[in-house]
T-cell receptor
Framework: DSGVTQTPKHLITATGQRVTLRCSPR?????VYWYQQSLDQGLQFLIH???????AKGNILERFSAQQFPDLHSELNLSSLELGDSALYFC?????????????FGPGTRLTVL | AQSVTQPDIHITVSEGASLELRCNYS??????LFWYVQSPGQGLQLLLK??????LVQGIKGFEAEFKRSQSSFNLRKPSVHWSDAAEYFC???????????FGTGTRLTIIP
């Protein structure tokens, strides 16, 4: 158990819909990262938040957005869903140290768009 | 841009045999390197990491990896695999350890009795 929690574990929805994925980082971790894992794209970085502020963006679609709240949990919002958005979405957290640190991954949310 | 190549998509090894999974990276400065393992239906678990110092790093579950700057490689090794090692293994790189991870495409490891 990494200490990172993600809800829900599974999500099945239809095209055009909007969903929200939730992530709670490990206690004390200020950084939250979102990744998407799909068969055709592999594991791809989406976005990074640090202590409530967006720090870096990867290949995140405009239909996707995220935020990190004062209690440090984060939500990833996916809208106007398409079949190709079906994937495993991971959240990871880390302590933000100048010398760098590892990222701890949650169990993921499996999104199926029908 | 940084990138990671795992040339082996799938490797099959007999239980008790040694294992080496290859990883090559492309990055201008000194990279921060990681190996993660993903069991079916599970999240990613860190096996080991290299930030600096000794180029041979030890990880959990008996794994080790060696950083070779001249070859831009960070290969993962285990002297004797167990059936429970069957999983997908991902090599990853970041440019400061707590920035985004760039992952390789993964190597699926199958263990045969």
């Amino acid at each position: 158990d990494s200490g990172v929690t993600q809800t829900p574990k599974h999500l099945i929805t239809a095209t055009g819909q909007r969903v929200t994925l939730r992530c709670s980082p490990r206690s004390g971790d200020l950084s939250v990262y979102w990744y998407q894992q799909s068969l055709d794209q592999g594991l791809q970085f989406l976005i990074h938040y640090y202590n409530g502020e967006e720090r870096a963006k990867g290949n995140i679609l405009e239909r996707f957005s995220a935020q990190q709240f004062p209690d440090l949990h984060s939500e990833l919002n996916l809208s106007s869903l398409e079949l190709g958005d079906s994937a495993l979405y991971f959240c990871a957290s880390s302590v933000d140290k100048p010398t760098g640190d590892e990222q701890f991954f949650g169990p993921g949310t499996r999104l199926t768009v029908l | 841009a940084q990138s990671v190549t795992q040339p082996d998509i799938h490797i099959t090894v007999s239980e008790g045999a040694s294992l080496e999974l290859r990883c090559n990276y492309s990055y201008g400065a000194t990279p921060y390197l990681f190996w993660y393992v993903q069991s079916p239906g599970q999240g990613l678990q860190l096996l080991l990491k290299y930030f600096s110092g000794d180029t041979l790093v030890q990880g959990i579950k008996g794994f080790e990896a060696e950083f070779k700057r001249s070859q831009s490689s960070f290969n993962l090794r285990k002297p004797s695999v167990h059936w429970s090692d069957a999983a997908e293994y991902f090599c990853a790189v970041s440019n400061f350890g707590n920035e985004k991870l760039t992952f390789g495409t993964g190597t699926r490891l199958t263990i045969i009795p």
